[in-house]
């Protein structure tokens, strides 16, 4: 699975929307990008995920780049629920390899 | 949450002891996995299942073996627990379909003294 870089942290205002970058600039044609996040230690939570069109679902939009090589998360209107670790993931989704190759992902923290 | 429950879900073990924890599912699902989170390293993958007696390793399998022997079990066990062991272990299920992302577990926290 190709790797992906994400920035460390980064926060925003209860209300506004959170924009969340992703790297994936060594994406294969047959990988998907896909989002999860994790609330303080529970399980990761999927968000969403595509391949080349944007994406749109109650939880999240995902833009991604025509060349593939970035995509954006956006959450809408951010509350202080969102806060949590939020993975950007490569994967191909075919076949039996399809595991999950988490990094470190971003720390969102959304101010009151 | 797509039926997955994770026993136990907190355990204190003592060195040297063996330790199961189970993944139990109610969707019928082919792939099952389990991870360890550890502070720094986010999760990796140990073991996972893609059918009822098929097993694969992941990257940090050594000292981990796991069974399969019904769709709805996969169990994780530590032969002879250690302290590097301690960490939170989540188990996760493909959906039906190849697009379907996969559906974690609560999680179950485990520290070996």
């Known amino acids: 699975d190709a790797k992906t870089t994400q920035p460390p942290s980064m926060d925003c205002a209860e209300g506004r929307a959170a924009n969340l970058p992703c790297n994936h600039s060594?994406?294969?044609?047959?990988?998907?990008v896909y989002w999860y996040r994790q609330i303080h230690s529970q399980g990761p939570q999927y968000i969403i995920h595509g391949l080349k069109n944007n994406e749109t679902n109650e939880m999240a939009s995902l833009i991604i780049t025509e060349d593939r090589k970035s995509s954006t998360l956006i959450l809408p209107h951010a509350t202080l629920r969102d806060t949590a670790v939020y993975y950007c993931?490569?994967?191909?989704?075919?076949?039996?390899?399809?595991?999950?190759?988490f990094g470190k992902g971003i720390t969102l923290s959304v101010r009151p | 949450d797509a039926g997955i429950t994770q026993s136990p879900r907190h355990k204190v073990t003592e060195t040297g002891t063996p330790v199961t924890l189970r993944c139990h599912q109610t969707?019928?699902?082919?792939?099952m996995y389990w991870y360890r989170q550890d502070p720094g390293h986010g999760l990796r993958l140990i073991h996972y299942s893609y059918g009822v007696k098929d097993t694969d390793k992941g990257e940090v399998s050594d000292g981990y073996s796991v069974s399969r022997s019904k769709t709805e079990d996969f169990l994780l066990t530590l032969e002879s627990a250690t302290s590097s062991q301690t960490s939170v272990y989540f188990c996760?299920?493909?959906?039906?379909?190849?697009?379907?992302?996969?559906?974690f577990g609560p999680g179950t926290r485990l520290l070996v003294l």
């Open positions: 996760a299920i493909d959906g039906p379909t190849s697009q379907e992302t996969q559906y």
């Open positions: 993931i490569v994967r191909v989704v075919a076949g039996a390899n399809s595991k999950l190759t």
């Open positions: 060594t994406i294969s044609g047959n990988e998907y």
């Open positions: 969707e019928n699902h082919r792939y």
